[in-house]
T-cell receptor, first 117, second 117 residues
Framework: AQKVTQAQTEISVVEKEDVTLDCVYE???????LFWYKQPPSGELVFLIR??????QNEISGRYSWNFQKSTSSFNFTITASQVVDSAVYFC??????????????FGAGTQVVVTP | ETGVTQSPTHLIKTRGQQVTLRCSSQ?????VSWYQQALGQGPQFIFQ???????GRGNFPPRFSGLQFPNYSSELNVNALELDDSALYLC????????????????FGPGTRLTVL
């Protein structure tokens, strides 16, 4: 079963528009970790944020913000005032804190963000 | 601080051959994870090495094997290559205090693009 679902395959926006990427996850564990990574055309995954299951406080980092809601098992990501350099594939990932999952990041299928000038 | 490096960048092999991919972890990191990313999909966890031992494995057959060396660098070996093994292979390093550390962010290398003909 898919643990992490990113329903949006591709989002196209014009520069300066806001864009929100949805992430829904599934786990039976009480302790888990959620991540967002950015993958530009070069292919390297760039770490953006880590959130543990006990910290539901939303976070803002510059133009990036994250909304974690355990009640709906969602961890959404918003880019405010998008720029062309934000064009990339964005992945949401889950890590479960149990023996058979140590070190294992389970990724969603990714959302391609295209920002045009 | 030196980031994660991988070699080679690109590789072309034929079905049935064997391949070895290499990864140097980021300075100060003791754990290496390997992921396979098929075109248009999210990365899939292959396995993780911690202190030179396999510390978790995804749903990959035994012909996928690995090593971690005392300097924490790592190799991924794939025997009897199949066409479906064509993918981007990503290496990620992290620092883990104990064997059960799922919580630390993993820093990824640029990947090795493997094509199997």
């Amino acid at each position: 079963a898919q643990k992490v679902t990113q329903a949006q395959t591709e989002i196209s926006v014009v520069e300066k528009e806001d864009v929100t990427l949805d992430c829904v996850y599934e786990t039976r564990d009480t302790t888990y970790y959620l991540f967002w990574y950015k993958q530009p055309p070069s292919g390297e995954l760039v770490f953006l944020i880590r959130r543990n299951s006990f910290d539901e406080q939303n976070e803002i980092s510059g133009r990036y913000s994250w909304n974690f809601q355990k009640s709906t098992s969602s961890f959404n990501f918003t880019i405010t005032a998008s720029q062309v350099v934000d064009s990339a594939v964005y992945f949401c990932a889950l890590s479960e804190d149990r023996t058979d999952s140590w070190g294992k990041l389970q990724f969603g299928a990714g959302t391609q963000v295209v920002v045009t000038p | 601080e030196t980031g994660v490096t991988q070699s080679p960048t690109h590789l072309i092999k034929t079905r049935g051959q064997q391949v070895t991919l290499r990864c140097s972890s980021q300075s100060g990191h003791n754990t290496v994870s390997w992921y396979q990313q098929a075109l248009g999909q999210g990365p899939q966890f292959i396995f993780q090495y911690y202190r030179e031992e396999e510390n978790g494995r995804g749903n990959f057959p035994p012909r996928f094997s690995g090593l971690q060396f005392p300097n924490y660098s790592s190799e991924l070996n794939v025997n009897a290559l199949e066409l479906d093994d064509s993918a981007l292979y990503l290496c990620a390093s992290s620092w883990v205090l104990t064997s059960g550390g799922s919580y630390n962010e993993q820093f990824f290398g640029p990947g090795t693009r493997l094509t199997v003909l």
